[in-house]
């Protein structure tokens, strides 16, 4: 498709158990970023990949959260043993260039509703 | 936390009647940009705002850069239905790399016939 794709839409998880979302970016887009999105709030940043390298993990909230994009195309933020304070969007962005001053647009995806019981 | 106080909150309005939202922050930002999101979508962006003091129009929308480079605004002129949803201000910071967005908290739209 020619847009951010993300899988799955929703995801229901019991406290505890481990999640994996993921976000497909357009093609041949360097620059990857993961942002989670509390009900009603703005997005807020977890986390940035150029290609397969992970080169900003500040946002995430804690070492239960991680990320990875192997081959530089698909990427995935995995959480482990969720928590309630995990409910949220997920919202994924890519874009085309790389560099560490790039102002050029970020395309978002629809994002993963997680919720946590 | 959000680094960006957008205000207002929210704002019901008549169908061509003319909307303004703002943007404050106690830091300076490189960028600001202005998105839109919809119900079960992602923010989609409808201004991006590069220089102090600038001033740019997409169709009915008009944004500014402010001259501090802590603050800006959007405005939308005669509004129409299609115009609800929640508007997110957004920007980067002279102290972030990689170009990762600061947001704020939304102001959402309601536009009555």
């Known amino acids: 498709g020619a847009g951010v794709s993300q899988s799955p839409r929703y995801k229901v998880a019991k406290r505890g158990q481990d999640v994996a979302l993921r976000c497909d970016p357009i093609?041949?887009?360097?620059?990857l970023f993961w942002y989670q999105q509390a009900l009603g709030q703005g997005p807020e940043f977890l986390t940035y990949f150029q290609n397969e390298a992970q080169l900003d993990k500040s946002g995430l909230p804690s070492d239960r959260f991680f990320a990875e994009r192997p081959e530089g195309s698909v990427s995935t933020l995995k959480i482990q043993r969720t928590q309630q304070e995990d409910s949220a969007v997920y919202l994924c962005?890519?874009?085309?260039?790389?560099?560490?001053?790039?102002?050029?647009?970020?395309?978002f995806g629809p994002g993963t509703r997680l919720t946590v019981l | 936390g959000q680094q960006l106080n957008q205000s207002p909150q929210s704002m019901f309005i008549q169908e061509g009647e003319d909307v303004s939202m703002n943007c404050t922050s106690s830091s300076i930002f490189n960028t600001w940009l202005w998105y839109k999101q919809d119900p079960g979508e992602g923010p989609v962006l409808l201004i991006a705002l590069y220089k102090a003091g600038e001033l740019t129009s997409n169709g009915r929308l008009t944004a500014q850069f402010g001259i501090t480079r802590k603050d800006s605004f959007l405005n939308i002129s005669a509004s129409i239905p299609s115009d609800v949803g929640i508007y997110f201000c957004a920007g980067t910071m002279t102290t972030d790399s990689w170009g990762k967005l600061q947001f704020g908290a939304g102001t959402q739209v309601v536009v009555t016939p």
């Open positions: 962005a890519s874009r085309l260039i790389g560099t560490r001053i790039s102002t050029d647009t970020q395309y």
């Open positions: 093609s041949g887009h360097v620059s």
